[in-house]
């Protein structure tokens, strides 16, 4: 359990205060020079084992440098939008591609639709002709290969032919690494382009082209996050008040660390740094897990295997109000591009301090080649072991919904237990069923995390296979109403959402990992059954 808040670390714009005794892993990182060697990029850092990837992977130490070269032209080219009475942007994209912008956007409430997604609902709900007409689509995607995102671009571009826009090519901006497939298509078919820092890996790319350009198009003041990052950069290497550095010792004190937005200005960030965290800590059988809350003290928020950390825009290090009972155990508050950085030198700091490599992500292609594998060889046939109203039943013993949820909650009793939730499904359409999450936290002393899939694919889905493995999974599918195809493709998007969940499921059970699926045969009736019966749960 954490003391009242005794130590506050301000510098660069951005505070954070912690009661977390965390004395004695910040006097490990000053004594070896952790600040400095990453400020220098050495690669040596965390072990031999890790210093090749680490090598092409430090851009995102100083990569706002490189990003303010990203300012005119992306000004130029919003200007050219706007005369074609684009007011909209559309971004296509995964992970490190699409949870930076999200942040930004929500932040400073510039509109993005973000597709990082298979559902066919959620993507129709984009193609209509009168939202087409006024909408350019940024298409980004590290690699250039990325299925979802190659998925939504055909989807787009069909739509786009379908209303008659002519020159559609000039309708898409495509940010990817130098030499990629993505690459090749922009300059062929006369797309914009704008390539990225290639030695910066996803999860760290928030001031790259990745998190500027959308954010940038949608008329957000890009600069600025630049300037804010900048500034904070000159703390790193700080002797006095380094507060990356004690926000690093934090992520690595505890097995899980929450996170909820405080109301002061910055709006998801949680959902970023879940990536950032999940994916860059979670391996080797350890590392830290991250809950995003859905607001300050929301069920969960605490415990004794946990951190319970708020975010927020404000300059002050502390709540405005708030009994000590309600403190959370750390604090930390600044702007937007501080935060970015702030928390990507945090990561680094708590792999340094856990013994994990912070940059590379073992796990992560396990489920995309299942998914590969069932798109070419059909889905596996899979029986409900009972049907309760409009939820099919697999994987558990019981024969009702109340049931089913009762025995994962059984499962995570146990030590290091946590619960994570997968939803395939339309997280607009279908946002009502995340309310499960806060619901089954009420119910047990587990962490219980919530993801959207395909996304957390790309984010906590390492932390599920290779991070510590006593995790209970409870993975929600739906029916499809009206499914989209996927032109240029032999399967749809709901036959890829299908595949998707079939393929990250067989990763948890080669595990055994307790797995238990919840099959909506119809969405609204079976979101208000699932509800319902968690309510019935003591």
Not at 134 to 154: F, H, I, L, N
């Amino acid at each position: 359990m954490s003391e009242p808040m005794g130590r506050m670390e301000a510098a660069g714009g951005l505070a954070v205060t912690t009661g977390v005794d965390v004395n004695a892993d910040v006097d490990r990182l000053k004594a070896d020079n952790v600040p400095e060697r990453l400020a220098a990029k050495d690669a040596t850092l965390w072990g031999p084992g890790a210093e090749a990837e680490a090598a092409i992977r430090l851009g995102w130490v100083d990569t706002f440098v490189g990003s303010k070269e990203l300012l005119a032209p992306l000004a130029k080219l919003r200007a050219e939008l706007q005369e074609q009475g684009v007011d909209h942007i559309a971004l296509a994209g995964m992970g490190g591609s699409s949870l930076a912008p999200e942040v930004i956007s929500r932040t400073l409430d510039l509109g993005i639709s973000i597709l990082d997604t298979t559902d066919p609902g959620q993507i129709a709900a984009e193609l209509g002709e009168a939202s087409l007409r006024r909408t350019a689509v940024v298409v980004s995607s590290k690699s250039g290969s990325t299925v979802e995102t190659d998925s939504q671009r055909r989807a787009f571009e069909a739509a786009f032919e379908g209303v008659g826009i002519d020159d559609h090519a000039k309708r898409f901006v495509f940010v990817t690494d130098p030499g990629s497939a993505l690459e090749a298509l922009a300059k062929k078919q006369g797309s914009h382009l704008f390539l990225a820092d290639a030695n910066v890996g996803g999860r760290y790319s928030a001031l790259t082209a990745f998190g500027l350009v959308p954010a940038a198009l949608a008329g957000g003041d890009v600069a600025e996050l630049i300037d804010q990052a900048e500034t904070f950069a000159a703390t790193i290497t700080s002797e006095e008040d380094n507060p990356a550095l004690v926000l690093g010792a934090i992520i690595a004190n505890k097995p899980t660390i929450t996170v909820a937005d405080d109301g002061s200005g910055i709006v998801g960030l949680g959902d970023w740094a879940e990536q950032l965290i999940a994916e860059s800590l979670g391996k080797d059988g350890k590392g830290t897990l991250p809950v995003v809350l859905e607001g300050p003290a929301a069920p969960g928020a605490r415990g004794s295997d946990r951190v319970y950390a708020t975010v927020g825009g404000s300059s002050t290090g502390l709540p405005s109000s708030g009994s000590a009972l309600a403190m959370p155990d750390a604090v930390v508050n600044g702007p937007l591009g501080a935060q970015f950085l702030a928390w990507e030198l945090a990561t680094a700091y708590a792999g340094y301090l856990i013994g994990i490599d912070p940059f590379n992500q073992p796990n992560v292609t396990e489920s995309k080649e299942n998914t590969n594998r069932i798109l070419a060889e059909g889905l596996p046939d899979e029986r409900p072991h009972a049907v309760d109203g409009a939820v099919e039943i697999y994987g558990s013993h019981s024969t009702t919904v109340a049931g089913a949820l009762g025995e994962i909650l059984t499962d995570a009793d146990s030590p290091d237990a946590y619960i994570a939730v997968l939803a395939y499904l339309d997280r607009i359409d279908d946002a009502e069923v995340a309310g499960l999450r806060a619901a089954l936290a009420e119910r047990t002393g587990a962490p219980v995390t919530w993801g959207w899939g395909p996304r957390f694919l790309h984010s906590t889905g390492q932390f599920h296979k290779g991070g510590r493995q006593t995790g209970v999974f409870l993975q929600l599918t739906g029916a499809v109403g009206q499914d989209l195809p996927i032109p240029g493709r032999d399967y749809t998007f709901a036959g890829l959402q299908a595949a998707q969940a079939a393929g990250d499921r067989q990763a948890l059970q080669s595990r055994e990992r307790p797995t238990v699926r919840l099959h909506l045969t119809d969405r609204r009736r079976g979101i208000n059954q699932l509800l319902h019966a968690v309510r019935e749960l003591s």
